[in-house]
């Protein structure tokens, strides 16, 4: 079975490399091709990939290439983990939004919205060419913003387009793993948008155990999103929203302390990735050793801002490995191999979401097998979150739409009715101070 990469020089490769490593069941990927623009960062993760091997006798095979439709003809899978712009182009989204005094942040206001922008035309037109070369292949976006690009691809690909993030998987552990409960057994309710969900519920063998941590402060604060928002808001809230949720309840001191930051986290990502395939640009540095310390750094330091604001204090050890490659392979055996399971995936809404219409991409648990991921019905969103869920929405409306026409004026629509950019105005600085440090953004008129 043949896996492509896109995005294959792309840091986080390895994590899910070392996930197909350890599966050695029949249809298992037996071949893994890698496809960046960038011939040096290819090297260096094939280098990498290269040392995780080491002494296992059923590895998948590696190649790599620049050549996008090399790489897609005859895969099965398609993974998409581009970053269109580079860190440095994150590292813009946040600029240009903080000086402004919205969040710049890649997946959430101002700034997931220039990332958007300039993702959807590079995602649609990779999804073309899926359809066209690859039309049988399953396609898995890991792409931010994820909810909103795997949308996009999802007008092209229907529903042979999955998206994927670890955040409500990660969720769903850390509060099992609070009540005594054991992840694999618990069902967990949860449903929004891609960084925008809440649980809502937490069931082990028929009950549902979240209302005993709700009545219990001490438990509630003893984990992650406890420490981040608060054991009295979540109490009011009587449910457990994903952490991305800070940069909307806690925006204010949010966006402060992301100014006041010595970098914000795309400049520091920019920076350490630099480090990182600079030194891996000398054949004799050890590969592996050099990518486990910066993997750790990245995973010690991920929302410090948030924590310090929240006086959250370090991660827990246990959060600290990430999951999603965990999440992607599990989705790919479901598929490949028709072993069904439950995943939290991005998937069009059908008619789970009344709310919203059919071919809305929501997060929500799917049940996963040969013929793909379906979403389950849940409870409706009370009425605070289905009103910042159709507000998003709307917004990321707005953006398919900027990107399909290259209009401007929807473009300056899209921040302008997003619930973090507080006047229209701001959202015509927006516009112009994205289209000045983005050459991705040119097709705006
Ligand atoms: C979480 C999010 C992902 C994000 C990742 C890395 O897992 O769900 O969407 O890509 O964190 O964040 P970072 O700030 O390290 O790039
Ligand atoms: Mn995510």
């Keep these: 079975m043949k896996l492509t990469i896109l995005g294959g020089g792309g840091f986080r490769v390895p994590l899910v490399y070392g996930a197909l490593l350890q599966d050695h069941a029949e249809g298992r990927v037996t071949h893994v091709v890698l496809h960046d623009l960038d011939p040096a960062r290819l090297s260096a993760v094939t280098r990498v990939l290269a040392e995780q091997a080491a002494g296992v006798p059923d590895a998948p095979e590696v190649s790599a290439t620049t050549d996008l439709d090399e790489a897609l003809r005859g895969a099965d899978f398609v993974f998409s ?30 700034g997931g919205i220039a990332y958007g922008l300039r993702t959807v035309p590079v995602a649609v037109d990779i999804a073309r060419r899926v359809a066209h070369l690859a039309p049988d292949a399953w396609v898995i976006n890991f792409t931010n913003p994820a909810g909103l690009v795997t949308e996009a691809m999802s007008r092209h690909l229907g529903d042979r387009v999955i998206g994927i993030c670890d955040s409500p998987v990660g969720l769903g552990r850390r509060i099992a793993r609070v009540l005594g409960a054991n992840p694999k057994e618990a069902w967990i309710d949860y449903v929004g948008l891609n960084h925008l969900g809440w649980v809502r519920g937490l069931r082990v063998a028929g009950r549902d155990e979240l209302p005993r941590l709700l009545a219990d402060p001490d438990l509630l604060g003893s984990f992650e999103e406890g420490k981040l928002f608060g054991v009295d808001w979540l109490r009011s809230l009587g449910a457990i929203p994903n952490e991305y949720l800070h940069y909307y309840y806690f925006n204010r001191e949010a966006v402060r302390a992301y100014q006041q930051a010595e970098k914000t986290r795309g400049a520091f990502l920019h920076d350490q990735q630099a480090r990182f395939y600079a030194e891996m640009s000398n054949p004799d540095a050890p590969a592996w050793k050099v990518w486990e310390r910066t993997r750790a750094e990245r995973e010690a330091t991920y929302m410090a801002e948030n924590r310090e604001t929240a006086g959250a204090g370090e991660r827990d050890e246990d959060d600290l490995s990430g999951g999603y490659e965990k999440v992607a392979l599990a ?36 049940l996963v097998d040969a013929n793909g991921a379906h979403p389950v019905t849940v409870d409706p969103l009370p009425g605070h979150a289905t009103g910042l869920v159709c507000a998003v929405k709307a917004v990321e409306r707005e953006v398919l739409a900027a990107a399909d026409s290259g209009s401007r004026a929807t473009a300056v629509k899209a921040f302008a009715l997003h619930p973090l950019v507080d006047s229209v105005n701001v959202a015509r600085r927006l516009v112009e101070g994205y289209t000045d440090v983005h050459p991705g953004l040119a097709y705006l008129r």
Excluded at 88 to 107: S, Y
């Design 81 to 110: 983990a581009i970053r269109v712009g580079g860190l440095e182009g994150r590292a813009h989204d946040e600029r240009v939004a903080l000086a402004e005094g919205v969040l710049g942040q890649e997946t959430v206001g101002a």
């Design 331 to 366: 989705l790919m055996r479901a598929i490949a191999r028709d072993e069904r399971t439950t995943l939290i995936l991005n998937v069009r809404n059908q008619r789970t979401l009344s709310v919203l219409d059919t071919d809305a991409v929501i997060e929500v648990p799917c």
